[in-house]
């Protein structure tokens, strides 16, 4: 198994975001030459342009949508919301029809004059952010995958309810039926989230076990101070927690501490 190269993968990641971010000025240079005017860096002039011509440039160059909606502080659950329209806001092409709508929708709310380098630096943060939604979503898949890959038994994402809420497990076995096995996984970014992190995991453990009182409730964590790891445990010691564990970004340590809890609980595969 691959392991994952946090270093690598945050340099593709830089690397991808200045190309886009270059891609994008030159596209917005192109996509609106006949409004671009000089003020020491590049603006667009949407005061003089009308719908139709916006709506062109949507559908000629679609790269250009995530960042004018971002500058109107519209999202694509928004525009699916208000105007029925489905929008993949990073990839593939507008319709003539779709660009029109949208084009319509967004053009009151444009200023008059908009800087290139802003809608750039828009774009680029947006960008950045759902990179690293997407990496951390890449990480818990590999614990559920390093369950799998090391049990018999088969494990997935569920959810059980507890009085009139409903909580959801990141990893859990069986698949079906009453749960024996509940996992939590955080990623704890800073120190100032360990409170709240912390009592959302509690929170969690207690009422899973006051649905299932004989199943097994066991935290995996990432959090990036290994010196700061016994404190975090100690306020994490609660009855109804029967174990913290502590992974890394590489699938190397992710599988080690999974090894660590499917031993525990007798269900580790005997290679």
Known sequence: ?????????????????????????????????????????????????????????????????KSLLACVNVAGRAVKRDLDISLDTYKGKLTEEKAGILAGYIKPMLPNELAIPALCELDRWFYVDKEIRKFKGSWEKSIVLAFNNNSDSEFKKRKFKSGEDQYELDVASPVEGEIKIGVDIKRIESTRDIHKRADEIINKAIKFKKTYPQGKFFAIIYYPFPSEHLSLKTRLTDENIDGIYFAGESFSSVEQQVKYILSEINLLRNL
């Open 1 to 65: 198994m691959e392991e994952y190269s946090s270093h690598r993968e945050q340099v593709e990641q830089v690397e991808g975001v200045l190309e886009r971010s270059n891609q994008l000025q030159e596209t917005l240079i192109t996509a609106f030459e006949d409004y671009v005017f000089l003020k020491e860096v590049p603006f667009i002039n949407f005061g003089s342009m009308n719908a139709q011509e916006l709506a062109e440039a949507f559908k000629s160059y679609p790269i250009i949508v």
